[in-house]
């Protein structure tokens, strides 16, 4: 894939262009001494995405391998550490990072503020994550340890014991995974506080809380569902340092302790992710949606109580995670019914959406073309996790493709799509630049025909009975062509994706200059020059509605005199 | 694209928000008590499952003491932060010096707990499951207190140097309350290991 065709963090420069020409070696100097959030949000999604395209390699050799039956492209023991990796690098150094990229960037100009509240908590937490990302992929290289065994991380991206005590995985390479998520796991603590405290303490005048944009918003309610969600797999990874250095017995079943106590942490974690990555996506779909349907946002107070209840629902459904496990009736029962709870607050906000769609002058630039598709898969991705939610189902399609193909509908249907929408929405503010649309074009049918290519055929595969996580199958299975179709869905997906590389760069230096508002929106970061002075706003604005920029715009109809 | 021309300039009535040290302390407590409910519940969850010896009942003994110095060391940063916020430098000073003396008391206990545990019980953090979890909890809220105790040593060296007064009461009561959630903490590490797991 082509890792390459991105210019490194550092050597894209968005800042105005000043007087002198700068070294390179000046250039990178000051990029990895920026305490701006603008700087530090941009080196966010590069990150992201430079990681994206090394996750999407993994995954596009994960298919070649399963394209055929009996095939040899890679052994058994390399597969196992390619789905590994493949899992952690998209959650972690992929999902998180550009999320937390985008929030860097727009919640300080959406509030009207200068900076974050915490600039250099700021830089640290960034650079906490970037070398996070470096410690999981040293591993290929340090994974082996004294033992000369192993290389990268090969006990899946949930890790259950006891596949991970020292006997079953020799070597340092679950060590590297471990330290490697703990690390990151410290930047984006320190990320969700910033957030936060910039929420709260430090919005421009007249910016109460039922003003901020929805963006915002959401990423408040994002980083406070963080907040309680990756410590406690933090404080799991610190039990399995212990089990694996100290020889203690947290998930040693033959000392007492239980794998099953190991599941519940991790999932814990695992399922409010979830909602952690799907949040920021709903996030940026409240920005485009409405103002590409010329409509102001519909019932921007129950948007905001539905983000509210699912981060509250999201903490008590992990367990749905586990109905193969055994547990009692009564858990059974209240995670089905905790889990089809969530169903109440997504249809409220895909309700919303879709009436704030209604009636619109709908225009169908790139962002809108990848939120509508977002609002059909997430739908779709929804009801597939109702199917999963009910136990008796769920038993029968657990660890099968069903469920592979339930989750990759959620975070590539809904939330790689809404980050593409974000990236193209917002890419003119960040460099001055449009992104090229006819390109944007190709990359979106691309891009849409290789998903439900894929994940579509995938589901069939899940009911025909294939497991997750096999590197191989037998060519009796009636799998073939199946599996032969999800391959090459992924490779059109792979195209698109470098279509979009290419799209990033070349736009960057030969796109049409974009303007402050190009897409004539409303929250404030569109007030400011694109890309922003360090300063962000000259003058401190003063807001008086959810959309100050159509107050200006139309001082003869503002929303101040309907809001109340 | 229309005409942008200027957003209002004034804005009428009195425009407050909360402090930004305060929110963000606010958060990294409420996650680190994520933290702490994980290996609280995997403590209780393992109470009684050891499969060999020592028990808990056999060798642990209540650190009475202890627990009432830390206790009060709420108690006196409480009186510190008063004092600097009417700018009586030298009253926090003191004050300061006594909490950072009962923290210290608090762990010199834990240390010689520990010691007795290890030498005469051999207790290890390898011997059984008690041992793994009991180390690690009250070994997370030891590291607590140490680095509380580091912060609150940084500040009374400024204060013995007459660096700190009345402008820094904010920063100094945002340290105090992470100083009290550690506190707060130990209620619940206390009644978890040295009540209900006895």
């Known amino acids: ?564 | 694209m229309s005409a942008v021309t200027q957003l209002p300039a004034a804005y009428e009535g009195e425009w407050r928000l909360p402090s930004r040290g305060r929110v963000a302390m606010f958060g990294l407590i409420t996650g680190e008590s994520a933290i702490f409910t994980i290996f609280v519940v995997a403590y209780v969850f393992y109470i009684g499952k050891s499969l060999s010896g020592p028990m808990p009942r056999q060798v642990l003994e209540v650190p009475i003491f202890g627990t009432i110095c830390l206790l009060s060391s709420s108690f006196t940063i409480w009186m510190a932060e008063r004092a600097i916020a009417r700018n009586r430098v030298t009253a926090f000073a003191l004050w300061l010096g006594g909490t950072i003396c009962l923290g210290l008391i608090f762990l010199g206990g834990t240390a010689i707990e520990w010691h007795k545990l290890i030498y005469r019980d051999g207790l290890t953090i390898s011997t059984n499951l008690f041992g793994t979890t009991y180390y690690s909890l009250v070994g997370l809220h030891a590291t607590h207190v140490i680095i509380g105790l580091l912060m609150l040593t940084i500040v009374f060296t400024f204060a013995l140097m007459r660096k700190v007064s009345q402008q820094h009461a904010e920063r100094i009561a945002v340290l105090s309350m992470y100083w009290h959630f550690v506190d707060a903490v130990w209620v619940v590490v206390f009644t978890v290991v040295y009540i209900i797991g006895r």
């Open chain 1, 1 to 564: 894939m082509g890792e390459n065709s991105l210019p490194l963090p550092g050597s894209m420069d968005v800042a105005q262009p000043r007087g002198t020409a700068r070294t390179v070696l000046e250039n990178l100097h000051e990029w990895v001494v920026t305490v701006d959030h603008k700087r530090l949000g941009v080196l966010y999604v590069l990150y992201g995405i430079f990681f994206l395209l090394v996750g999407g390699a993994e995954a596009v050799a994960i298919r070649i391998q399963l394209a055929v039956p009996h095939n040899h492209f890679m052994s058994a023991q390399t597969y196992n550490r390619f789905f590994t990796m493949h899992g952690t690098t998209m959650v972690f150094l992929v999902g998180m990072t550009i999320i937390f990229g985008f929030a860097n960037y727009l919640v300080p100009l959406q509030i009207g503020a200068r900076d974050m509240a915490f600039p250099r908590l700021n830089a640290f937490s960034f650079w906490l994550t970037a070398f996070g990302g470096l410690l999981l992929y040293y591993s290929f290289i340090g994974g082996g340890g004294l033992y000369g065994v192993g290389s990268a991380p090969d006990v899946g991206w949930w890790a259950y014991a006891p596949l991970t005590a020292r006997a079953f995985s020799p070597g340092h390479a679950t060590d590297y995974w471990a330290l490697a998520l703990i690390v990151t796991g410290f930047g984006t603590l320190g990320t969700a506080i910033n957030i936060i405290a910039t929420v709260f303490s430090m919005r421009c005048k007249g910016m109460t809380m039922m003003r901020l944009p929805l963006f915002t918003w959401l990423m408040l309610v994002d980083s406070s569902l963080t907040l309680i969600t990756i410590t406690p797999l933090t404080a799991a990874q610190f039990m399995l340092l212990v089990d694996r250095y100290l020889d203690g017995h947290f998930f040693d079943t033959q000392a007492g302790g239980s794998a099953v106590v190991w599941m519940h942490f991790f999932w814990i974690f695992g399922h409010p992710e979830v909602y952690v990555l799907v949040l920021p996506a709903f996030a940026i779909a409240n920005e485009v949606i409405p103002v590409f349907s010329r409509k102001a946002i519909f019932g921007y107070p129950a948007m905001v109580a539905a983000s509210v209840a699912i981060a509250f629902i999201s903490l008590s459904v992990w367990a749905h995670h586990m109905f193969t496990v055994g547990m009692t009736s009564f858990s059974n029962a209240f995670f089905v019914l905790s889990t089809e709870l969530v169903g109440i607050p997504t249809g409220i906000k895909i309700f919303n959406w879709l009436a704030t769609i209604w009636g619109g002058k709908i225009r169908f630039a790139t962002p809108m073309l990848f939120c509508i598709a977002f609002l059909f898969q997430f739908m779709i991705a929804g009801l597939t996790g109702i199917m999963l939610s009910i136990a008796p189902w769920n038993w029968q399609l657990h660890n099968s493709y069903f469920v592979v193909a339930h989750f990759h509908y959620v975070l590539v249907g809904a939330i790689v799509f809404c980050i593409f929408a974000g990236i193209y929405y917002w890419y003119p503010k960040v460099t001055g630049r449009m992104l090229d649309e006819t390109l944007g074009k190709w990359h979106f049918w691309l891009f849409l025909i290789g998903f439900h290519v894929t994940f579509d055929t995938m589901h069939f595969v899940g009911i025909l009975g294939m497991p997750r996580s096999i590197y191989t199958y037998e060519p009796d299975r009636g799998w073939n062509t199946l599996n032969f179709v999800v391959s090459a869905g992924g490779m059109v997906q792979g195209i698109a994706v470098l279509i979009f590389a290419f799209n990033m760069v070349w736009s960057y230096y030969r796109g049409k200059p974009a303007g402050n508002d190009p897409w004539d929106a409303w929250t404030l970061e569109w007030y400011t020059a694109s890309p922003p002075p360090v300063y962000n706003f000259a003058q401190d604005p003063v807001v008086r509605s959810r959309r100050p920029l159509w107050d200006l715009k139309h001082p003869e109809d503002p929303d101040w005199e309907y809001e109340g």
